[in-house]
Nanobody
Framework: EVQLVESGGGLVQPGGSLTLNCTPS????????IGWFRQAPGKNREAVSC????????YYADSVRGRFTIARDIAEHTVYLQMDRLTVEDTAVYYC?????????????????WGQGTQVTVSS
């Protein structure tokens, strides 16, 4: 059984940084596309970023490109989402999701496995 464990959410001031972690169990990271999604209150879930072994450059939503960085640590079986220059508009529950085969997509319906979500709050 594949499970995804997220960590790293919290409260941060505007302009600050947070790093989210996603660690799959039951399958290795390089077999999966790992995506990060977020859902703010009253809004639809949206794709934030995705990384996959079989693809070149990671995917980033326009709203986070240049501020967020996704990376994969094969040895630690973890995918990181480094979030810099956070704004109040980044406040949401962030979800890690996995898809096999490893092909990134922004369509959340395509993902097979989901983490429990971690709250990110950007507030002064």
């Amino acid at each position: 059984e594949v499970q995804l464990v997220e960590s790293g959410g919290g409260l941060v001031q505007p302009g600050g940084s947070l790093t989210l972690n996603c660690t799959p169990s039951g399958i290795t990271v390089h077999e999966l596309a790992i995506g990060w999604f977020r859902q703010a209150p009253g809004k639809n879930r949206e794709a934030v970023s995705c990384i996959a072994t079989s693809q070149g450059a990671p995917y980033y939503a326009d709203s986070v490109r240049g501020r967020f960085t996704i990376a994969r640590d094969i040895a630690e079986h973890t995918v990181y989402l480094q979030m810099d220059r956070l704004t109040v508009e980044d406040t949401a529950v962030y979800y890690c999701a996995a898809l096999k085969p490893a092909l990134c997509t922004a369509n959340d319906a395509m993902y097979d496995f989901w983490g429990q979500g971690t709250q990110v709050t950007v507030s002064s």
